[in-house]
């Protein structure tokens, strides 16, 4: 079994060094379209989405990715990596961003929702098909709307943002505001692998 990481920004490594300890699991590191042909599932991985949709613009890699999503196999996108598979964006403070998305997933997400990286912390987030996963949300989006046929499979309640989305799946792509790569827990690799498997 081999999953893709996508290699241009962020915390690739770390998500690379969590697939690795997996049995059974050979991690690939996902820097040019060729590498997209020879794995059975990717993550994009958080970091700074704008930075990172550059580069896949750069590298041309809007189109091969577009395309692999399209086989079927499961993506997963992490913070800034959800960000780039949804349709619309918009930043808590600037409002509309116009910023490059994939244009996967039918939901409408918010960069920076809960402040800056002071603003941080740990979180259990129980998943629609998953079950409790310990998230790490770090200057975090927050998935404000999702459309059919995505829908969002997790929650979480805050003070000030009130019960709010924090994981979303359409089909074969899924999407969760947080760093799992930061706690170490498995159970969202462990499921991504498993859809990977049928």
Same mark, same amino acid.
């Given at each position: 079994m081999k999953i893709g990481v996508l290699a241009l920004q962020g915390d690739y490594l770390e998500h690379y060094q969590v697939l690795k300890s997996l049995g059974g699991v050979e991690p690939v !590191? *996902? &820097?040019? /379209? &060729? %590498?997209? /042909?020879?794995i059975d599932a990717l993550i994009i991985p958080g970091g700074e989405s704008t930075t990172i949709g550059s580069l896949i613009e750069n590298r041309m890699l809007s189109k091969p990715l577009v395309e692999f999503m399209e086989t079927g196999k499961p993506v997963l996108g992490t913070c800034a990596g959800a960000i780039l598979l949804a349709k619309e964006v918009v930043d808590r403070v600037v409002g509309e961003t116009k910023q490059y998305t994939l244009r996967a997933m039918n939901i409408r997400m918010m960069r920076n929702a809960y402040g800056r990286q002071r603003e941080s912390f740990i979180a259990t *987030?129980? !998943? %629609?098909? !998953?079950?409790?996963?310990?998230? +790490?949300? !770090?200057?975090? $989006?927050?998935?404000? %709307? +999702?459309? %059919? $046929?995505a829908r969002i499979t997790g929650y979480l309640n805050d003070s000030s943002l009130g019960r709010h989305g924090v994981a979303a799946r359409e089909k074969n792509l899924y999407a969760v505001t947080f760093h799992p790569e930061i706690t170490g827990d498995i159970r969202l690799y462990n499921y991504i692998i498993q859809q990977a498997k049928r």
């Amino acid at each position: 079994m081999k999953i893709g990481v996508l290699a241009l920004q962020g915390d690739y490594l770390e998500h690379y060094q969590v697939l690795k300890s997996l049995g059974g699991v050979e991690p690939v !590191i *996902v &820097k040019h /379209s &060729k %590498e997209l /042909s020879d794995i059975d599932a990717l993550i994009i991985p958080g970091g700074e989405s704008t930075t990172i949709g550059s580069l896949i613009e750069n590298r041309m890699l809007s189109k091969p990715l577009v395309e692999f999503m399209e086989t079927g196999k499961p993506v997963l996108g992490t913070c800034a990596g959800a960000i780039l598979l949804a349709k619309e964006v918009v930043d808590r403070v600037v409002g509309e961003t116009k910023q490059y998305t994939l244009r996967a997933m039918n939901i409408r997400m918010m960069r920076n929702a809960y402040g800056r990286q002071r603003e941080s912390f740990i979180a259990t *987030v129980d !998943i %629609e098909d !998953i079950g409790e996963v310990r998230a +790490a949300f !770090i200057r975090a $989006p927050i998935i404000l %709307e +999702a459309r %059919e $046929p995505a829908r969002i499979t997790g929650y979480l309640n805050d003070s000030s943002l009130g019960r709010h989305g924090v994981a979303a799946r359409e089909k074969n792509l899924y999407a969760v505001t947080f760093h799992p790569e930061i706690t170490g827990d498995i159970r969202l690799y462990n499921y991504i692998i498993q859809q990977a498997k049928r």
